[in-house]
């Protein structure tokens, strides 16, 4: 189940020529057919893509909320914009990184804003009304242009069920989870939000990482702001980050969460259920401890040979309660590399 060179090089083909196209576009370029996801940064919307020679390509255009804030407050730096971490900060399309195909200005068309999909928070900020006039009119935002992959990592899981590890398919996931979040690891940035729903599935069966929208980028030490980490997902933190908000530390260090995080994928692909029941949700707990797993009754969750040797050994190496006890997310996917590449 190693990396397929071809179809990579397929989908890295598709990419460059949708960035050249996307280049020369409008908004009138693309016909909205349905909303993807909404959140507090944006609303996704799948469309078709069009342009003068006739080609045709199914994009997701991501409608940035607080444009008008981001030309104003902090959130306009550079570390706090998903646009530059994907397009500028990453040097190069990833295998199993979303990329940015393009992005521009202007203002949604009434079609967006008045569908039944939107929520009415939503739709009231998308328009501003001329005091003088009381005319409404729809607000200048910015748009992005992303690659689209019709499912998410929960989605096919849940499709899979017990066949997930047939034919080495949860090694793979496992592998390109690891691939993508040391990506991320070596060029300092923090996702934030890792969980199954922010990983995508291509056609071809590749994970693809993706919503940056809460991402930041740690300094050369890998420490980042306590702010900036609490705006994360509480489910997927590492205890020690947890532990450290409680105790009002103005920075952490970011080492060994990526570790943790590939672990709590890992758990959920190839066990099949999330790990550690009763685990915080939000930001509020400190003093978390959380218990050794058991490599033996790991291995009786799943039928003999049903996974390379190694791999829930380094589950539980990734899932620690101390980050000196954890290994690191080089190791781990070299690791599962190694396992690959020997059931190949």
């Known amino acids: 189940q190693n990396a397929n060179p ?78 530059y971490i994907l397009k500028t900060h990453l040097p190069e399309i990833h295998p199993n990184v979303i990329h940015v195909l393009g992005h521009f200005c202007a203002k949604p068309t009434m079609e967006m804003i008045e569908s039944n999909s939107l929520e009415p928070a939503v739709r009231d900020y998308l328009l501003a009304r001329n005091r003088r006039t009381g005319k409404i009119t729809p607000k200048q935002t910015q748009f992005f242009v992303l690659e689209y992959h019709p499912h998410n990592l929960t989605q096919k899981l849940e499709k899979l069920g017990a066949d997930v590890n047939a034919g080495g398919r949860g090694l793979k996931y496992c592998l390109h989870s690891a691939r993508a979040l040391e990506y991320l690891f070596q060029h300092h940035v923090v996702h934030r939000d890792i969980k199954p729903d922010n990983i995508l599935v291509s056609e071809n069966d590749e994970l693809i990482l993706s919503d940056f929208g809460e991402a930041v980028i740690a300094d050369d030490e890998y420490f980042v702001k306590a702010i900036d980490l609490r705006a994360g997902n509480p489910r997927f933190t590492a205890p020690e980050v947890h532990n450290q908000l409680a105790q009002k530390e103005r920075k952490l260090f970011f080492g060994k969460q990526y570790s943790w995080e590939l672990g709590m994928l890992m758990y959920e692909i190839i066990i099949g259920e999330p790990v550690f029941d009763g685990y915080p949700d939000a930001f509020s707990h400190g003093d978390i401890i ?19 040797d190694g791999l829930v050994e380094l589950i539980v190496q990734l899932l620690r309660n101390s980050p000196a006890d954890r290994i690191g997310i080089t190791e781990a996917l070299h690791t599962l590399a190694s396992m690959s590449h020997a059931c190949a």
């Open 6 to 83: 071809r179809k990579e090089k397929k989908r890295l083909e598709e990419i460059i020529v949708l960035t050249r196209l996307v280049s020369v576009g409008k908004l009138s370029n693309y016909s909205i057919s349905s909303i993807l996801g909404q959140g507090a940064n944006g609303v996704v919307f799948l469309c078709d893509f069009s342009v003068r020679n006739g080609t045709h390509s199914t994009v997701a255009l991501k409608m940035i909320l607080n444009y008008q804030g981001l030309q104003t407050s902090s959130l306009a730096t550079a570390y706090q914009n998903e646009y």
């Open 290 to 308: 959380v218990p050794e797993l058991d490599v033996q009754d790991l291995q009786d969750e799943l039928s003999p040979g049903e996974v390379p």
